[in-house]
């Protein structure tokens, strides 16, 4: 009972931290959250199920990139070369930023109802729509309140969504481990990551994605450790066919969904096929649509630009890709990579982690004889071969050397579930550190870069580098400057006050889950569990 309380515990701190994180971001900071936002609002305003992939933004929402800073990244875009920087923001005088704010609070609602004329686009409307309908009727509640208070509303509900995320690791670990205080140590390393954080605090399909599949994940382990049955395959189909219908990548897991319904129902055939059968009827229909509007399966952008190009031209490409460059993008934009002005940290903090995954790796090799731990290899490789896909897709269209790492965090629990059974004996120290390394990561990125990037107390070099934060500069602006500079173009709640209230209890739910695992570590010592680390519920 004392260990469910702590997994609450820790639940309600991600819950916290996320909280702040959608409220310290800046408006559009999130990675293409103008253009979610968009596909939601036209929606919500114009009553359409499928929003076609040239649908414009809302007006108002092109009027808020005129007046609001934009990220960093998107600053050479045509559409946002008169718009300004955090940097830039942050220098005008104190009484023209006053003047953007009320022009930005007080914009016409009948601009909610009205499309951009300047190029500004909702090009996320190529993307599966079920985020977007769950997401719609949040926004017809909110009709006519003002831009802001409907973006605070959808990043809330994102981080709620994404939340639960938490205990099911916490499930996904105790299955694979059987020791409670190894899977609690598993659901505090993702509720104090930071780029988890920052990659659901933002109106995108990415928490409804993180959520199917953590939840795709865990039910694959339930159907490995019981007897066949129709009910829990019919589960598994409905998951990955509501998974299919909020985001693209879901296809990685079909090959080890595939392989998991041949291993487990080879007797049982009528329960994969009704599994089968349930993912086609969910999903299907919109990968059909996919082929005939846009020739291809999966409908992205790259996808359709490259249609006309042949298997084999795209094979003779791949000895060209720098793969170790693009790799290590994946990984550094995984770890932390605030927003979508890509902040990021020192290198060697990098390195740090990365040479923990590359010792969990060579412990991981043992393990491998387990069902479980081959199932959640299964899912983190496919996945990988997804993202190494996509490095190729932005190669040939780009010509950029890598992917994005944040959506690694859909299959963040088969990660640390994996990285905390390769620590064998050692696990709950593991875990503990993992809590710890994290934690720290996050206070760092936050109150030496993230906060002060986005009340322009640092901001970037000539040559790109985001220049370093010296306490002096910190203490010129003041405490409580800060805060209100926080609560800039946010909605009428987000006051310097609550911004301050949201600060403490983020503090609180970053700091209580590396104690907590702490106190763990230091008793599991004590108690010199059982080298086999397995079937130790006695050890807890």
Avoid at 408 to 426: D, I, K, Q, T, W
Avoid at 494 to 509: A, C, T
């Amino acid at each position: 009972m004392r260990m469910r309380w702590l997994l609450v515990s820790i639940w309600i701190c991600f819950l916290f931290r996320g909280w702040f994180y959608a409220s310290m971001l800046p408006l559009w900071e999130g990675y293409d959250e103008f253009a979610h936002f968009g596909v939601v609002r036209a929606i919500a305003s114009k009553e359409i199920l499928l929003v076609p992939r040239d649908q414009p933004g809302p007006r108002d929402v092109e009027e808020s990139l005129k007046l609001a800073p934009v990220p960093w990244e998107v600053r050479s875009w045509d559409v946002f070369r008169s718009s300004l920087t955090e940097e830039a923001y942050w220098g005008l005088p104190p009484e023209e930023r006053r003047r953007r704010e009320a022009r930005l609070r007080d914009m016409p609602p009948s601009w909610e109802r009205e499309d951009s004329v300047s190029g500004v686009s909702a090009y996320e409307a190529l993307q599966p729509p079920l985020y977007y309908w769950l997401m719609a009727p949040a926004l017809y509640a909110l009709k006519g309140s003002g831009l802001l208070a409907q973006v605070m509303l959808l990043r809330w509900i994102g981080v709620v969504i994404a939340s639960f995320a938490v205990p099911l690791t916490f499930g996904i670990a105790l299955t694979v481990t059987e020791r409670e205080s190894v899977a609690l140590g598993c659901a505090a390393v993702v509720a104090v990551m930071p780029g988890f954080a920052a990659t659901v605090a933002r109106v995108s399909n990415e928490p409804l994605a993180i959520l199917l599949f953590t939840l795709l994940i865990w039910l694959g382990l339930r159907i490995l450790h019981r007897a066949p049955d129709a009910g829990s395959a019919a589960a598994l189909g409905a998951v990955l066919g509501l998974g299919l219908l909020t985001k693209a990548y879901f296809l990685t897991a079909l090959p080890a969904v595939l392989l998991l319904l041949l291993y487990k129902y080879r007797r049982s055939r009528a329960s994969g096929l009704t599994a089968s059968a349930i993912t086609v009827a969910i999903a299907g229909w919109w990968y059909v649509r996919n082929v005939v509007t846009t020739g291809t399966f999966s409908g992205l952008a790259e996808t359709v630009t490259l249609r006309d190009r042949g298997v084999t031209a795209m094979l003779a490409a791949i000895p060209h890709v720098p793969w170790v460059r693009a790799v290590d993008v994946i990984l550094v934009s995984h770890l932390y990579f605030c927003g979508w002005s890509s902040l990021t940290v020192r290198s060697w903090m990098y390195h740090v982690f990365f040479a923990i995954a590359m010792l969990a790796a060579l412990g991981l090799i043992v393990q491998l004889r387990r069902p479980a731990v081959f199932w959640l290899v299964g899912i983190y490789g496919f996945f990988w071969l997804g993202q190494l896909y996509n490095v190729l897709l932005q190669y040939l269209t780009k010509g950029l050397a890598g992917s994005m790492g944040w959506y690694m965090y859909a299959v963040v629990a088969s990660e640390v579930v994996l990285c905390a059974v390769a620590f064998g004996r050692y696990r709950v120290l593991g875990v503990a550190l993992g809590t710890s390394l994290f934690g720290l990561l996050d206070l760092y990125g936050m109150h030496w870069l993230a906060i002060p990037y986005y009340t322009g107390i640092i901001g970037h070099r000539a040559n790109g580098a985001l220049a370093a934060l010296h306490i002096s500069e910190f203490r010129a602006v003041g405490f409580d400057a800060v805060f209100q500079r926080l609560a800039v173009n946010k909605c009428g709640p987000m006051s310097q006050r609550v911004m301050i209230i949201l600060w403490i209890l983020y503090f609180v739910g970053t700091i209580l889950p590396m104690a907590v695992m702490l106190l763990l570590a230091l008793r599991s010592q004590k108690a010199s569990p059982k080298p086999s680390g397995f079937s130790t519920y006695p050890n807890r």
